[in-house]
């Protein structure tokens, strides 16, 4: 696999390596497409809501390393609401780009760091706790659900989900990874489908296969 020099540098030698003696949010995500995790650790200033201190641990690969340094050499330094733009496919292009089966690496980062401010924002009451509302999660759990008929195990432990992803507006997104001439392609789809429209809160559902 063919990785950019900036992505070696950043595996060999990470930026911000290491879990914060004082931290005001943390949070720890796992990828539904590899089964790995990743923690990031915030220091807030309450006052000016910069990130003024930013550290990681990476059970991932080299990509998701690369990524995790590099997004938090990105948010250091800026106002929570800068570092929540922050988007996987800046940091990707930040690290001159990714092999394309890597990039569900740099979601799991951006995801966390996203998971991070959003918990220090909720335990600070700049927003409310999202539990009960949907949420990445519910659609995770619902995928869990799902058989892929071929084997009889569910999607998420087969790692069939390369993506999941909800946004504000009820709109959500699923990338599958399924072979082509499966002849489950449209029955998986469907399925997926069914599941996902009767959770509360979903307005559109994008399915890529
Ligand atoms: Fe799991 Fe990259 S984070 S393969």
Not at 43 to 52: A, L, P
Request: with cysteine; aromatic share 6%.
């Amino acid at each position: 696999m063919q990785y950019s020099q900036k992505v070696l540098d950043h595996f060999m030698k990470p930026h911000n390596l290491g879990k914060l003696d004082t931290s005001n949010a943390e949070a720890t995500e796992g990828s539904p497409a590899c089964g790995d995790q990743v923690s990031i650790w915030l220091n807030v200033n309450e006052d000016t809501q910069v990130i003024e201190d930013i550290g990681f641990l990476s059970y991932g690969c080299a990509s998701n390393i690369a990524t995790a340094s590099i997004i938090t050499d990105m948010a250091k330094g800026k106002t929570i609401a800068e570092a929540k733009a922050i988007s996987w496919k800046e940091a990707a292009e930040e690290l001159d780009g990714l092999p394309p089966v890597k990039m569900h690496c740099s979601v799991l980062a951006v995801d966390t760091l996203r998971k991070a401010i959003k918990n220090y924002e909720i335990a600070h009451h700049l927003i409310e706790s999202d539990k009960g509302s949907l949420n990445k999660e519910m659609i995770l759990a619902e995928l869990a659900k799902i058989l892929y008929p071929k084997v009889g195990e569910d999607l998420i432990s087969l790692k069939m989900v390369k993506y999941a992803s909800v946004n504000e507006d009820g709109l959500v997104t699923i990338d599958v990874e399924i072979p082509k001439f499966d002849q489950y392609r449209e029955n998986v789809a469907d399925e997926i489908r069914e599941h996902i429209e009767k959770l509360p809160g979903v307005k559109k559902v994008t399915i890529n296969l």
